[in-house]
């Protein structure tokens, strides 16, 4: 593993498969000139509207979210994360898996997850989410991609930050790097967002790396923005704020040595 700067987009994706490329591309170009060789792109990074929508969409957005990603990948020479975004259920077609996939510089995908943890919550700003109504939940925790270059990275989508036992998952297979790219809601975002990353950081002694959706996407869909990039101290690196654009750092395995071996929580562990 190397030190490498890694950067987590911020989008604030529409109802528009087109647009939201476009824009998804642009900021790619603009990390990859400020010398970002990792980069995340956050969940409904190709399309953020109605679930009926999304559905009746799904095999176009998935088809080209896909090749989007292959293409970027192979043209700016960087591993990218699509963090999250509709592949159909052949079985089920009233159904889609939330799919992030890992893509290596040559185009290849290294590794996918399907969202396990779906949103069905009545949020206090009076927003009722139903992510199950559209969504088939995976079947498989996410493994993690051991990559020479990179670190071990470690996938997830969203939700899932807010059961710790997927991540430890992830960290008793060694990862070194947690993606962690969303659609926090505005609501719990201002309260959760933060606090839920740097315990997963911590706790876990691993680099966080939460690409986030941001502002009004169509009708009451607001989300909180502020991605950010946190080492395994639980510093944050980087913050995107609340407009579009990225947070960008520095991965160290100096930086993450040095945690672990202060603070070597993960040894102590009792129950497995």
């Keep these: 593993m190397k030190s490498y700067l890694a950067a987590a987009i911020q989008m604030t994706s529409k109802p528009n498969l087109e647009k939201n490329l476009a824009e998804a591309e642009e900021l790619i170009e603009l990390a990859v000139r400020r010398g970002a060789e ?23 957005i998935s088809l080209k979210a896909e090749k989007f990603l292959k293409t970027m990948a192979q043209r700016f020479q960087i591993t990218i994360l699509g963090g999250g975004f509709p592949v159909p259920v052949e079985a089920d077609p009233t ?20 969202k396990v943890h779906l949103f069905d919550v009545d949020v206090p700003d009076g927003n009722t989410y139903r992510e199950s109504s559209t969504v088939m939940a995976g079947q498989s925790l996410p493994s993690i991609y051991p990559s020479e270059q990179l670190g071990n990275l470690g996938l ?38 933060q606090v839920l990353l740097q315990a997963r950081a911590i706790e876990n002694t691993c680099y966080v790396i939460a690409p986030a959706q941001t502002g009004n996407h169509y009708e009451r869909r607001y989300t909180h923005g ?30 993450l040595k040095q945690v672990r071996q202060q603070m070597p929580s993960l040894q102590h562990r009792v129950f497995v």
């Design 95 to 114: 159904k889609a898996y939330n799919t992030a996939i890992l893509v290596a510089p040559t185009g290849t995908e290294l590794t996918r997850y399907q």
């Design 38 to 60: 990792l980069v995340g792109l956050p969940e409904n990074f190709a399309f953020l509207g109605k679930e009926a929508d999304k559905l009746a969409q799904a095999q176009d």
């Design 226 to 255: 502020h991605a950010v990039i946190i080492d395994p101290w639980g510093m944050i690196l980087a913050d995107a704020g609340e407009k579009p654009g990225m947070a960008i750092a520095e991965i160290n395995p100096t930086r």
């Design 156 to 193: 997830s989508i969203c939700y899932d930050v807010r059961f710790p036992e997927l991540y430890r998952h992830l960290s008793h297979q060694g990862a070194d790097v947690l993606f962690i790219p969303a659609a926090f809601t505005a609501f719990t975002g201002k309260d959760h967002w």
